[in-house]
């Protein structure tokens, strides 16, 4: 852990912590001192992993299973949590999922799952977490905000994505949600932001850098000149939970390598 940890004290959830940037911001967290749920749908035994790793570097945390669409799954996962931690601080909304095809052989149910737990998940368990805000209000020693959520967005909430229909239209829809909650939510002293990571190294997009050749017609994409690691994504989001981002609500920070700065105009001056 951390010399100084930055949330000590402060309870988190991430949700789909199990793999890729869930797992590494779960991590993070932990290192700097947060008490951490690691949420998961599949694959406890990851889970208890996850868990062990925080343990092992003197962290706490519990491994909690619930679908983030599917809204009695949520709810009791929060009962299991404020039965664990007694409450929550920060909530970082990870779960996510692809289900790739042209619009024209798109089923409506690969549009929906998408849709369903990559948007309707973030509002079930931003919906739990500020009524919890809401009802304890600030604890002075802990942090200077109510609560602190953070969603996982992405660049494809600006860059158009074909072939992603369903996917770029929940992260759209982060994009709204999110500034609508930071708007409505300020007053209470709770921040609402996002994160919007490029490409990053994890399953969910394993064909787009598993090979030398996809790697490399990937990296034509990323000025930066290499792919993020999931730990790129963790110092963010350690940062947008602390009090050091306190001024900072309703904005998505992207961490992408310059992805957003149209890399194919580099060349074309
Ligand atoms: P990943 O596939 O490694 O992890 C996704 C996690 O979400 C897994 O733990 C999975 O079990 C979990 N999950 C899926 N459905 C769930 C459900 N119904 N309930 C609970 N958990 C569920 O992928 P990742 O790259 O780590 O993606 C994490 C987030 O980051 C996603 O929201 C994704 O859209 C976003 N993101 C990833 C990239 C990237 O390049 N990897 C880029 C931009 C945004």
Same mark, same amino acid.
């Given at each position: ?36 749920? /690691? ?10 992993? /996850? ?10 945390a519990i491994a909690l299973k619930a679908d983030v ?17 007694? %409450? ?22 690969? +549009?929906?799952? /998408?849709?369903?737990?990559?948007? %309707? ?30 969603? @996982? ?9 074909a072939g992603h229909a369903n996917y770029a239209a ?26 919007? !990571? ?10 787009? +850098? ?12 990323? !000025? ?13 989001? /350690? +940062? ?11 904005? %998505? ?5 310059? @992805? ?10």
């Amino acid at each position: 852990m951390n010399s100084n940890p930055r949330l000590k004290g402060q309870s988190a959830l991430v949700t789909g912590a199990n793999s890729g940037i869930g797992l590494a911001v779960a991590i993070a967290l932990a290192n700097d001192g947060a008490n951490v749920v /690691v949420n998961y749908v599949s694959h406890p035994e990851v889970a208890d992993d /996850v868990v062990k790793q925080i343990e092992k570097h003197g962290g706490n945390a519990i491994a909690l299973k619930a679908d983030v669409s599917k809204e009695d799954e949520v709810h009791a996962m929060f009962q299991q949590m404020y039965d664990k931690y007694g %409450t929550i601080d920060i909530l970082v909304n990870n779960a996510g999922i692809q289900k790739d095809s042209p619009i024209e052989s798109m089923s409506l149910a690969d +549009w929906q799952l /998408v849709i369903n737990v990559n948007l %309707t998940g973030q509002f079930l368990c931003t919906r739990e977490a500020v009524k919890e805000f809401l009802r304890r209000g600030i604890v002075q020693e802990r942090s200077c905000a109510a609560g602190k959520i953070i969603c @996982m967005s992405s660049v494809h909430e600006v860059i158009p994505w074909a072939g992603h229909a369903n996917y770029a239209a929940s992260k759209g829809g982060i994009n709204m949600m999110m500034k609508s909650l930071a708007q409505e939510l300020a007053p209470k002293k709770i921040r609402v932001n996002s994160i919007g !990571p490029g490409a990053i190294q994890t399953p969910i997009n394993k064909p787009a +850098w598993d090979t030398p050749e996809a790697l490399n017609k990937l990296l034509t994409l990323i !000025p930066y000149g290499r792919i993020g690691q999931p730990e790129d994504i963790g110092k963010v989001a /350690v +940062w947008l939970a602390s009090d050091e981002s306190d001024y900072v609500t309703g904005t %998505t920070i992207f961490a992408d390598g310059g @992805m957003l700065l149209y890399p194919g105009f580099s060349t074309n001056g």
